[in-house]
């Protein structure tokens, strides 16, 4: 009797943290669907999986887990200084250009960065929604040289933020999600709330 | 009769570490059924271990293109392989169209391919540790003296 008094909590422990550790795991999915077609492409992730593997990965732009853009930042532009100073502005559209042929709107709301990009023109009209939190905003500019992008970072920043759609395209063929959620065989992004809309 | 005895259970030892050996690293499969009528069927399940065993024998100057190939990207594998295998198990790809269904999986240390198509379905597990030391094998070939 002793013996299961001093067992049992340290199997419920043990289970906890098992469970705890089981369900910790944060993943990438990629969903591009063609109902039309009958087509379905899904890719599952792990973020941890990213996180080791990006770093050693060495080929064309992407070394050292950095992503090289070429000239991104001028001589007086400094793009870590750029997100930190859009980190601390209020909340509310930045840009808002409304053409005939496409909407496009880039705002913060809810601390993310919200891009929304309405193609009119053509025959395959899409809409286009970015969500980026903004921790990983900052962690993805987070390179003192403001030619290059920290992926690597990123990842690590994607895995402590929740639940998130981070890119929604729709367009009449095909749709294309790319979220982050714990679950390792999630169908769809369902639960996660969908990007803000185009306000007007 | 006591020395037979001892001889037998050596043996046996023997037997069983070897055999204890060559499954640690868990089984491969490869399962091929083809559709049409008279289509071949197949299933064939090999200890995962021989296969990095038996390349460690292959001349190296079989491998030595193959050995070129994979060298560049072995900062790459030795990164991911090790990090799958501590992944959770899961669908890591699964492609679906009217005419083929193709999913790539993780389950229990081995990666799993599954094809179903028109013509055929094929079942692919290979157990990553070993597909790691067998790649390994093959990218070291060109550093080894040719036999």
Redesign the interface.
Known sequence: MKIIKIALPVVVLLAGTMAMA?SS?RYLHIRVSNPG??????????L??AE??I????HGQLRDGKLHVGKLSADSVNLKMIFEALKTAPEGEFVTVQENDSDVRVAKEHGELIVHVVDKGGKDKENVDVTIPWDVALALASEQDGDQFNVEAAIKALENVGDVTLVAVTSREETVRIWIDSS??ADSPAAIAKPAAFSK | MFILAKVGIGIMGTVVAGGAMLCSEGFMQVKVHEKQADGTNFSIVVPAALVPMTLHFVPNRKLADASAKLRPYM??I???I???E?????????????GEHVLIAKRGGSVVVDVNDGDDVVHVAVPLRAAHSAIREIAAANNKDSF
Do not use: M
């Open positions: 089981a795991e077609q009958n087509e379905l492409v899904r890719v599952n992730v792990p941890s999986f080791k593997v770093p050693a990965i060495d390792s065989s | 900062p790459v030795d990164a991911a090790p990090a799958l501590d992944c959770p198990d899961g669908v890591l790809v699964e492609v679906t169209d009217p």
